[in-house]
Nanobody, 115 residues
Framework: QVQLVESGGGLVQPGGSLRLSCAASGFMFSQYAMSWYRQAPAKERELVAFTSASGGWTNYDDSVKGRFTITRDNAENTVYLFMDSLKPEDTAVYFC????????WGQGTQVTVAS
C-alpha cells in the first residue's frame, strides 16, 4: 500500500535550519512530481514546495522562496526539504504528497521555530 513517512522535524531557534525527509513507498516514485505542504494551527494546509519527477524543476511559495530547497533522490524513493533562516511563522506540521495527490496523507512532522 501507499506510504508517505515524514521525519526530521523538531524545535529550532529563529534563524536555524532543519532538513525534512519523506520516505515514499507503494507507487512508482520516480514517475511522479512531489510536493511539501504545511499546516499551522487553525490554518488551512498550504503548498510550500514542488519538484518535478526528475527533480529538474522546482517551485516555491513566495513565503519560503530563497530559504527552502526541495530535492529528491529517486534511487532512495525519498524527497527532502532543506529549510534555512527559519522564522516563527514557519511553525507547522509538514507533509509530503505526490502530485496528483493521494486521498490519504502521512502523519506529518512537527516543526516549531521558537527561541
Amino acid at each position: 500500500q501507499v506510504q508517505l513517512v515524514e521525519s526530521g522535524g523538531g524545535l529550532v531557534q529563529p534563524g536555524g535550519s532543519l532538513r525534512l525527509s519523506c520516505a515514499a513507498s507503494g507507487f512508482m516514485f520516480s514517475q511522479y512530481a512531489m510536493s511539501w505542504y504545511r499546516q499551522a494551527p487553525a490554518k488551512e494546509r498550504e503548498l510550500v514546495a514542488f519538484t518535478s519527477a526528475s527533480g529538474g524543476w522546482t517551485n516555491y511559495d513566495d513565503s519560503v522562496k530563497g530559504r527552502f530547497t526541495i530535492t529528491r533522490d529517486n534511487a532512495e524513493n525519498t524527497v527532502y526539504l532543506f529549510m534555512d533562516s527559519l522564522k516563527p511563522e514557519d511553525t507547522a506540521v509538514y507533509f509530503c504528497q505526490r502530485y496528483p495527490p493521494f486521498d490519504s496523507w502521512g502523519q506529518g512532522t512537527q516543526v516549531t521555530v521558537a527561541s
